[in-house]
């Protein structure tokens, strides 16, 4: 597996480098890829299939120029920021039984996570809601995936050191939420986790066996960028 640590300068490029990546590799048959980034800019990462105005205090986003952003895979709506690290995971499902479906490939990427917690932090992780993990019931990751015909896009966010107050304010209380979440508030939902993010790096590229480095930094398409400024994009449903 190849690994990228790569973090663009606005949250669009951020966001197109993942579909990008997935492009990539479904139309060159490339090896899989883990790419890590860690925004610094303040912005709101909607799923694909929310409704920006069910899911977000658009005003106040609006107010304080926090940019509201759509992604390609499905789940639930995030705050990102300093302080989040983000992975992706570009894998060819095609040649792996454990990733033939949906349902298959959660289990078997967040058990994998699962158990880099437990071996190399001795913390007593849960999966939670699917793809959800957790420490004592209370959320610090949270992940989602986009497929193809051949290769998946399974990508997450880690809370290590974020303003966990901005999420409270810049959010509704989600439109779906998980049993467990219980109609928790945000603040009440959500932790960062005791870990450096240099270190969860080099975790996360051992669990993965992520040995080679990507050649060169990927290519990303004009057209897509200008997809994720777009309010046509952001804001369709």
Known sequence: MNYLDLTFHTPAENLACDEALLDFCEETG???ILRVWEPKETFVVIGYANKVTSEVNVELCQAREIPILRRCSGGGTVVQGAGCLNYSLILNFAENEFLQTITRANQFIMERHRELFRTRLHESVE????TDLAISGVKFCGNAQRRKKNHLLFHGTFLLGFDLPLIQQLLKMPSYQPTYRNNRS???FVRNAPIAP???KRFLREAWNADS???RNPCIPEDLVEK???TQWNFKF
């Not at 999966?127 to 699917?130: M, N, V």
């Open 30 to 32: 490339a090896e899989d």
């Open 213 to 215: 480095v990507l050649g």
């Open 198 to 200: 240099e270190k969860l």
């Open 228 to 230: 994720y400024q777009s």
């Open 186 to 188: 945000h603040q009440e």
């Open 127 to 130: 999966i939670e809601g699917h």
